[in-house]
């Protein structure tokens, strides 16, 4: 049975750091698009990063490149997602996803549907 489970998320002030972790259990992250997701309250689903984990390649949307950095830890089956500079709009429910399709792993930020695996989510509050 495939579950994600995040943690790392909690309440800090802008301009600092949070490091998010998604434990993968009932298969292995690798050769596998894994990403973040985030959802803020009222708004939609948006994708932050993803990473290609038989390359780690990655690719981030706009609003987090150079502050997010997304990473993988194969021994231990976890992605990661280290977070920097944290703004108040970065305040969001953060989800980890699975894909095990064909996508080029960066359409996939655009298109949250098509991720086949989710976690439960770990909360991100950020204060000014």
């Known amino acids: 049975q495939v579950q994600l489970v995040e943690s790392g998320g909690g309440s800090v002030q802008a301009g600092g750091s949070l490091r998010l972790s998604c434990a993968a259990s009932g298969y292995t992250i690798r050769s596998k698009c894994m990403a973040w997701f985030r959802q803020a309250p009222g708004k939609e689903r948006e994708g932050v990063a993803v990473?290609?984990?038989?390359?780690?390649?990655?690719s981030y949307t706009d609003f987090v490149k150079g502050r997010f950095t997304i990473s993988q830890d194969n021994a231990n089956n976890t992605v990661y997602l280290q977070m920097n500079s944290l703004k108040p709009e970065d305040t969001a429910m953060y989800y980890c996803?699975?894909?095990?399709?064909?996508?080029?792993?960066?359409?996939?930020?655009?298109?949250?549907?098509?991720?086949?695996?989710w976690g439960k989510g770990t909360l991100v509050t950020i204060s000014s």
């Open positions: 996803a699975a894909y095990f399709g064909d996508w080029w792993c960066p359409l996939l930020l655009g298109n949250p549907d098509a991720m086949d695996y």
């Open positions: 990473i290609y984990t038989s390359s780690s390649s990655t």
